[in-house]
């Protein structure tokens, strides 16, 4: 399996706070995704890295940002999270664009 | 990107093998058909792409009809660990290295397989 981890797996915080979800990949692959998953809506894109520093938005990026400082590292940030931002995030590597490798995902519940 | 359907759910019996059709009337010349599978609780699970030949690898086989509207994937032997939820995804895969172009995967709902003993 790709070396690919999320964290934390599991989140639970309040309307209002920030939130920050970490994608660490030990790979060096150039490009990075940060999905989320919803019953009904199967996975959407929310932000996703061509390479460091260099990020661009999804099909769901609202109330969302991402970070890339390194190439191990891909954060996302919720600002001020809201219910409807309770879902499953995963985050996916790829080197060559064609094949996509996916974290094991952070459950994240807002309260 | 080219729509897809599949069908929602099938059976197949432990040991048979499993064949999941994908439609994709509309794909262009240049877009890929890709298989993943998300097993309950997990991150989705790349499994093989092929343009235009069929393919295969450790996992499974793809056969793409001559015209391309439409693929197969082949799980040869299902084991009761291939319940999963399979999408058949078509997508381009363009643009030059650094391009801001990464292909995004858009998945649709896929098919639910289950295995049964």
């Known amino acids: 399996d790709a070396g690919i981890t999320q964290s934390p797996r599991h989140k639970v915080t309040e309307t209002g706070t920030p939130v920050t979800l970490r994608c660490h990949q030990t790979?060096?692959?150039?490009?990075m995704y940060w999905y989320r998953q919803d019953p009904g809506h199967g996975l959407r894109l929310i932000h996703y890295?061509?390479?460091?520093?260099?990020?661009d938005k999804g099909e769901v990026s609202d109330g969302y940002s991402v970070s890339r400082s390194k190439t191990e590292d891909f954060l996302l940030t919720l600002e001020s999270a809201t219910s409807s931002q309770t879902s499953v995030y995963f985050c996916?590597?790829?080197?060559?664009?064609?094949?996509?490798?996916f974290g094991p995902g952070t459950r994240l519940t807002v309260t | 990107d080219a729509k897809t359907t599949q069908p929602p759910s099938m059976d197949c019996a432990e040991g048979r093998a499993a064949n999941l059709p994908c439609n994709h009337s509309?794909?262009?010349?240049?877009?890929?058909v890709y298989w993943y599978r998300q097993i309950h609780s997990q991150g989705p699970q790349y499994i093989i792409h092929?343009?235009?030949n069929n393919e295969t690898n450790e996992m499974a086989s793809l056969i793409i009809t001559e015209d391309r509207k439409s693929s197969t994937l082949i799980l040869p032997h299902a084991t009761l660990r291939d319940t999963a939820v399979y999408y058949c995804?078509?997508?381009?895969?363009?643009?030059?290295?650094?391009?801001?172009?990464?292909?995004?995967?858009?998945f649709g709902q896929g098919t639910t397989l289950q295995v049964k003993p």
């Open positions: 092929g343009l235009k």
């Open positions: 890295s061509y390479g460091v520093k260099d990020t």
């Open positions: 996916a590597i790829s080197e060559n664009r064609y094949e996509q490798y």
């Open positions: 509309t794909i262009s010349g240049n877009e890929y």
């Open positions: 995804i078509v997508r381009v895969a363009t643009g030059g290295w650094g391009s801001s172009n990464t292909g995004k995967l858009i």
């Open positions: 790979e060096n692959h150039r490009y």
